[in-house]
Antibody
Framework: QVQLQESGPGLVKPSQTLSLTCSVSGGSVSDGPYYWSWIRQPAGRGLEWIGRISSSGSANYHPSLKSRVTVSLDTSKSQFSLNLNSVTAADTAVYYC???????????????WGQGTLVTVSS | EIVLTQSPATLSLSPGERATLSCRASQSISSDLAWYQQRPGQAPRLLIYDASNRATGIPARFSGSGSGTDFTLTISSLESEDVAVYYCQQRSLWPRTFGQGTKLEIK
């Protein structure tokens, strides 16, 4: 059974780059076909999809974040990563990674999710 | 961007009662809707996908219905472990969007 685990700094200064990694166990990011996504949740608020990358390395992003976001794959470590630059306090949130299956149920839905990691943007 | 509006914002019911949660889309999304459960302090978990299919391991008391713009999540007989925020999410159009959530409380 595949499991996902986020990791990275819990505190980032304004204008700097937020960098997170999602480690995949019980499978590989190059298995698939899958999409690997990042989703965030500001405190007390709803969920927002950030971006995703396919097991073959093709990425797409939320239009409102596209200029600041990069999602990448490291198949040797079975990890995928999120870089969000020029952060502000509005980027403070719990960040989740999640998987989408392609070609079988539940196709194109997020399952499973990592447990999430809180990132605070503050000086 | 498709807006999903969930109602009610909060639902307070007793164990054994039936819960009915609503999600309305700003335009037709066919059956491209999922429901997620987020228990306190936990990550969201997929409950229902394609509007009416239960995900693996989800109890039969959870069911989903609807198509087009109006969708419903029903919990037939509430248990204490069902305390959570429930989110709907659409995949019909990019970017994928979530509703603002319904908080389910058990009296």
């Amino acid at each position: 059974q595949v499991q996902l685990q986020e990791s990275g700094p819990g505190l980032v200064k304004p204008s700097q780059t937020l960098s997170l990694t999602c480690s995949v166990s019980g499978g590989s990011v190059s298995d698939g076909p899958y999409y690997w996504s990042w989703i965030r949740q500001p405190a007390g608020r709803g969920l927002e999809w950030i971006g995703r990358i396919s097991s073959s390395g093709s990425a797409n992003y939320h239009p409102s974040l596209k200029s600041r976001v990069t999602v990448s794959l490291d198949t040797s470590k079975s990890q995928f990563s999120l870089n969000l630059n020029s952060v502000t306090a509005a980027d403070t949130a719990v960040y989740y990674c999640a998987r989408e299956i392609i070609g079988g149920p539940p196709e194109y839905w997020w399952d499973p999710w990592g447990q999430g990691t809180l990132v605070t943007v503050s000086s | 961007e498709i807006v999903l509006t969930q109602s009610p914002a909060t639902l307070s019911l007793s164990p054994g009662e039936r819960a009915t949660l609503s999600c309305r889309a700003s335009q037709s999304i066919s059956s491209d809707l999922a429901w997620y459960q987020q228990r306190p302090g936990q990550a969201p978990r997929l409950l229902i996908y394609d509007a009416s299919n239960r995900a693996t391991g989800i109890p039969a008391r959870f069911s989903g219905s609807g198509s087009g713009t109006d969708f419903t999540l029903t919990i037939s007989s509430l248990e204490s472990e069902d305390v959570a925020v429930y989110y709907c999410q659409q995949r019909s159009l990019w970017p994928r969007t979530f509703g603002q959530g319904t908080k389910l409380e058990i009296k």
